[in-house]
């Protein structure tokens, strides 16, 4: 059997419709559009808030099921971003305290490159 190559390409065009910027998730500093789905699908970067809101969906998840999850630390890659501009950062970090770093498996500190893409 031959293997077969499929290369990632960015659509020819961004679709337009009625209430692409319609919110369908937003917590915190998380919003996404229904726009920003089209990203995922058009194999497109997949933004900051789409790595937050799995993360905060990960966490709901463990916060239901406990015994099924590792205890983790989640920082979002935006706090480097915010931190980087000097903006207020404190609601990136405001979950880790000492009993959350005794308590926690596993760190996850997302780091991307633009040159390599997300």
Do not use: W
């Not at 996404?32 to 970067?45: E, H």
């Not at 969906?57 to 999850?69: A, D, H, P």
């Not at 207020?88 to 991307?112: G, K, T």
């Amino acid at each position: 059997m031959d293997k077969i190559e499929i290369l990632p390409r960015y659509a020819d065009n961004n679709m337009d419709y009625p209430g692409k910027d319609d919110v369908i998730f937003k917590s915190g500093n998380i919003v996404i559009n229904r726009d920003d789905i089209d990203d995922i699908l058009t194999n497109q970067y997949l933004p900051d808030n789409h790595v937050d809101a799995f993360a905060f969906l990960l966490s709901e998840k463990k916060r239901i099921m406990t015994n099924e999850f590792q205890p983790y630390l989640y920082i979002s890659p935006l706090y480097r971003v915010y931190k980087g501009y000097k903006q207020d950062y404190e609601m990136f970090i405001q979950h880790i305290n000492p009993d959350s770093v005794r308590e926690a498996n596993l760190l996850f500190n997302l780091l991307f490159s633009k040159a390599i893409g997300y």
